[in-house]
């Protein structure tokens, strides 16, 4: 038998591989993870933490606001970039720390260095000079963002530069349409930016439910956000201390920074995948079976490296899956069919389960109940900005297969709605259960009436 200097080695520190690497530790099994940057990945250092973070920073000035109609007085405010930066610098350092610790808690080596395949059993570690063998290899190196080859792409950022801006821009341009896109509209436009987002199609948010789409759009512009829908930007000019975008339209715009939010791909060039055998999708992606299995029998991969369902938590139950079945003795499949997820726009929304639309597709017959308020505290506040609730049900087993919700603290409730869908409850069991009143959430109990499409009569 072979004698390898590892049972398990993984290739990236981010959620997916350190939770991997922690598990099949905890198992028993002899691990060690490289990581050529920070432990903690994309999400801890470049992603989902950070930009929590500065949504809770671009909130205050609309809190401020609200306060007059509940008697507050509220002098100048004043706010300080640098400040932000700073600070979320330090609570990145201290989770850093966390999954360190962790990591060495559970006897797990960790390695500082650029890992690459030389075989399916063979890693090259670039940063120490030297190659270690493996029984095992994860691959669990996540993805990067996504720039068009268009002149003068040089001038623009990522997500990952947002982070580490050296001061706020007076003007911004945040080209793309999803997840990362209207979040960091909703960032920069709170924080004072004059914003603009761009989008290609006619409509951002593509795959999300039409409602929460078009509600979306309609709130973000009554907060200033100048959304631009079927445009894109030809190319990029730095010309008097400004940036000049020709659209593919012509024309021309001028403001002081431009993000690129359009996409991310799998972070598999020069990994030596494929020298070792490992077949890629047309993305870049591993290829893998129900277990994260690639098609090399002792290569395996996790999270947004197989352009699954690219969400932080499910490469972290993707990670703990493959230790479990290959370390623990269980046999554990995840699950990509519910996934409860909450995009932190302004305003804040969460679904799980189907659209309207794929209800339909997968459907004979679909009821439709929703409804969109003013919640308790805008009445007071004066905010016109609306909370909408939806759930789209298959008539036939009266099963709840998908809801969408829209306002504050739509990620908490979507976290626990996600529990009844994913059991497979009814709209009769959502109707027995008490409301909880006075909340925005308690909509999701009573609503009683089904939603009719209006009837469009044919001209005489």
């Known amino acids: 038998m072979p004698n390898y200097d590892y049972d398990l080695f993984v290739i990236g520190a981010g959620s997916a591989g350190v939770r991997a690497a922690r598990i099949a530790a905890n198992h028993g099994a002899k691990v060690a993870v490289a990581e050529e940057y920070r432990v903690g990945g994309t999400c801890v250092i470049r992603g989902c933490v950070p930009k929590k973070l500065f949504v809770y920073a671009s909130h205050f000035s609309d809190d401020f606001e609200d306060a007059a109609g509940f ?159 079927n445009s894109d930007i030809a190319s990029i000019e730095k010309k008097d201390g400004e940036l000049h975008l020709t659209l593919c339209n012509g024309d021309v715009i001028r403001t002081d920074a431009v993000m690129y939010a359009t996409g991310r791909n799998p972070n598999t060039k020069g990994l030596g995948l494929e020298e070792a055998g490992v077949k890629l999708g047309m993305a870049g992606e591993v290829v893998v079976d129900d277990y994260s299995k690639s098609s090399v029998d002792n290569i395996y991969a996790v999270g947004d490296v197989t352009d699954r369902a690219n969400l932080t938590p499910v490469a972290i139950r993707e990670g703990h899956a493959f230790a479990d079945t290959v370390y623990g003795g269980k046999d554990v499949k995840v699950d990509h069919s519910i996934i409860p997820t909450a995009i932190f726009s302004q305003p804040e929304m969460g679904t799980v389960g189907l659209t309207e639309a794929q209800a339909r597709d997968r459907y004979d017959e679909v009821d439709i109940y929703k409804t969109a308020f003013r919640a308790l505290k805008n009445t007071l506040s004066g905010s016109q900005e609306r909370t909408f609730m939806k759930l789209v049900v298959d008539a036939k087993s009266d099963k709840v297969v998908g809801v969408h919700i829209m306002g504050p603290a739509s990620g908490e409730v979507i976290q626990a709605v996600g529990i009844a869908v994913t059991l497979g409850a009814t709209k009769a069991q959502f109707d027995m259960t008490i409301a909880v009143h006075p909340t925005a959430a308690e909509e999701l109990v009573t609503l009683k009436e089904k939603w009719q499409a209006p009837v469009i009569k044919a001209a005489d």
């Not at 669990?140 to 990952?160: K, M, Q, R």
């Open 71 to 229: 008697g507050w007085t509220v002098g100048e405010s004043k706010f300080d970039w640098k400040t932000l930066v700073s600070n979320k610098d330090k609570e990145i350092d201290r989770l850093n720390g966390i999954y360190i610790r962790n990591l060495d808690k559970a006897g797990v080596e960790i390695l500082d260095s650029r890992a690459t395949l030389k075989g399916a059993h063979t890693v090259h570690l670039a940063g120490l000079g030297k190659d270690v063998t493996a029984e095992r290899i994860l691959v669990a190196v996540g993805a990067t963002p996504f720039l068009p080859d268009i002149p003068g792409i040089e001038h623009a950022i990522t997500s990952n530069e947002a982070f580490h801006l050296e001061t706020l821009p007076k003007r911004i341009v945040v080209v793309g349409g999803g997840y990362i896109a209207v979040e960091f509209a909703g960032i920069f436009n709170g924080l004072g930016v004059e914003t603009m987002q761009l989008y290609r199609g006619p409509l951002f948010m593509r795959g999300f439910d039409d409602d929460l789409r078009e509600l979306l759009a309609e709130e973000m512009e009554k907060k200033g956000v100048d959304l631009r829908m």
